[in-house]
């Protein structure tokens, strides 16, 4: 019942930034913990971030933290992630992800999500 659209990838230069939006469907989007994973080729998926129903709460990946920056906007249904001084291992299709169960929890394994968007590429030049 949940459908979660990313927009925002694209080509930027080493050391550049990048804001990603995800656009969810539903009228209960704030009960969603919602997160951002990637995957770059040959590599399993990887988690990134990961955000609170009311945005109170954020957990990174050590490989972001200070870089990258999740929040959401309730009333617009939509999570960002902010990328800056982005660096060529950032280039991956990255995905945005929602749990809407009542115990949903900050997790960084992909299978604790239950819904999933179609993937926004972000390609970054060295």
């Known amino acids: 019942q949940v459908q979660l659209v990313e927009s925002g990838g694209g080509l930027v230069q080493a050391g550049r930034s990048l804001r990603l939006s995800c656009a969810a469907s539903?009228?209960?989007?704030?009960?969603?913990?919602m997160a951002w994973f990637r995957q770059a080729p040959g590599k399993e998926r990887e988690f990134v971030a990961a955000i609170s129903q009311s945005g109170g709460r954020t957990t990174y990946a050590d490989s972001v933290k200070g870089r990258f920056t999740i929040s959401r906007d309730n009333a617009k249904n939509t999570v960002y992630l902010q990328m800056n001084s982005l660096k060529p291992e950032d280039m991956a299709l990255y995905y945005c992800?929602?749990?809407?169960?009542?115990?949903?929890?900050?997790?960084?394994?992909?299978?604790?999500?239950?819904?999933w968007g179609q993937g926004t590429q972000v390609t970054v030049s060295s």
């Open positions: 992800a929602a749990d809407s169960s009542l115990f949903a929890r900050l997790s960084q394994r992909p299978s604790s999500w239950d819904y």
């Open positions: 539903g009228r209960t989007f704030s009960n969603y913990v």
